[in-house]
């Protein structure tokens, strides 16, 4: 597993430099069959971004707040 820092992830929409740096991870993580997570997806637009990006697995607040129960990821697509 790699997983990428919200600071990485925050504004990505916009960012050109953290989108190739992203990029860049994904293609390393894919070459060594490594699974991506991004932490910190706060916006459908950095949900959007990452997921076309290729990055595997995503957790934030877009998704829920911390508790339970866990949503659906199929609530996002």
Same mark, same amino acid.
């Given at each position: 597993? !790699? /997983?990428?820092?919200?600071?990485? !992830?925050?504004?990505?929409?916009?960012? $050109?430099?953290?989108?190739?740096?992203?990029? $860049?991870? !994904?293609?390393?993580?894919?070459? !060594?069959?490594?699974?991506?997570?991004? *932490?910190?997806? *706060?916006?459908? *637009? *950095?949900?959007?971004?990452?997921?076309?990006?290729?990055?595997?697995?995503?957790?934030?607040?877009?998704?829920? /707040?911390?508790? /339970?129960?866990?949503?659906?990821? $199929?609530?996002?697509?």
């Amino acid at each position: 597993y !790699i /997983k990428f820092d919200r600071s990485l !992830i925050r504004q990505i929409d916009t960012n $050109s430099t953290k989108q190739q740096i992203v990029l $860049s991870m !994904i293609l390393f993580s894919n070459g !060594i069959h490594a699974v991506t997570t991004d *932490e910190g997806i *706060e916006t459908r *637009e *950095e949900f959007d971004k990452v997921q076309s990006l290729g990055v595997t697995l995503g957790q934030g607040f877009y998704f829920a /707040k911390p508790g /339970k129960p866990f949503p659906k990821v $199929s609530d996002f697509i």
